[in-house]
């Protein structure tokens, strides 16, 4: 058990519609990584926040949004959904506010969009 | 796009036998780390490297890395059939930002 946490497991949806997945860190992490995992695009980096901060961005699509809540946890908003989202989405967490060190992460979501 | 790069992509073997998975990238780095995922669970911590050192262990495991040639290796000895899983580099190049950057994995089959 990494200690992250991650709601709902399992996520099933049309196209156009909009959901949101939850993230809690390790206790005592101060970031939050979101990664997108599909068969075609291997595991890519979406977003990192740092402390309620954002703090890195990679291949986000404007359809997606995230934040930190004060209490730390992370929330991935993903709209106008496609099939092509259609993939598993893993949040990690670590102390620091690079991912120079071990990520943990959580055993993810996986969101099917029909 | 992705930094790290493992080859081969899948791997079988017996059980007893090493496997031996590689991986290259493209930037400066300061740390490789490998991770490993058993099918459709998260990603788990093996090891990491820094930049400066060019072989490490850990049990089993054992990982080199070559920052002029720009690739690892990951050793995997007197494999078990419960390491059947993916295994990916990772690394944290800058992009604008560190990113922790990971590849396509390798599959490895260990058989009983």
């Known amino acids: 058990d990494s200690g992250v946490t991650q709601t709902p497991k399992h996520l099933i949806t049309a196209t156009g519609q909009r959901v949101t997945l939850r993230c809690s860190p390790r206790?005592?992490?101060?970031?939050v990584y979101w990664y997108q995992q599909s068969l075609d695009q291997g595991l890519q980096f979406l977003i990192q926040?740092?402390?309620?901060?954002?703090?890195a961005k990679g291949n986000i699509l404007e359809r997606f949004s995230a934040q930190q809540f004060p209490d730390l946890h992370s929330e991935l908003n993903l709209s106008s959904l496609e099939l092509g989202d259609s993939a598993l989405y893993f949040c990690a967490s670590s102390y620091r506010d690079n991912p120079t060190g071990e990520l943990f992460f959580g055993e993810g979501s996986r969101l099917t969009v029909l | 796009s992705q930094q790290g790069e493992e080859d081969p992509q899948a791997l079988s073997i017996q059980e007893g036998e090493n496997a031996t998975m590689n991986c290259s990238y493209k930037t400066s780095i300061n740390n490789l780390q490998w991770y490993r995922q058993n099918s459709g669970r998260g990603l788990v911590h093996l090891i990491l490297?820094?930049?400066?050192?060019r072989e490490k262990h850990s049990g089993r495991l054992r990982v080199t890395l070559d920052t002029s040639k720009k690739s690892s290796s990951l050793l995997i000895t007197a494999s078990r059939a419960a390491d059947t899983a993916s295994y990916f580099c990772a690394t944290d190049g800058w992009a604008g930002s560190y990113q922790l950057t990971f590849g396509k994995g390798t599959k490895l089959s260990v058989i009983p």
């Open positions: 490297i820094r930049s400066n050192e």
């Open positions: 926040y740092y402390n309620g901060e954002e703090r």
């Open positions: 206790s005592g992490d101060l970031s």
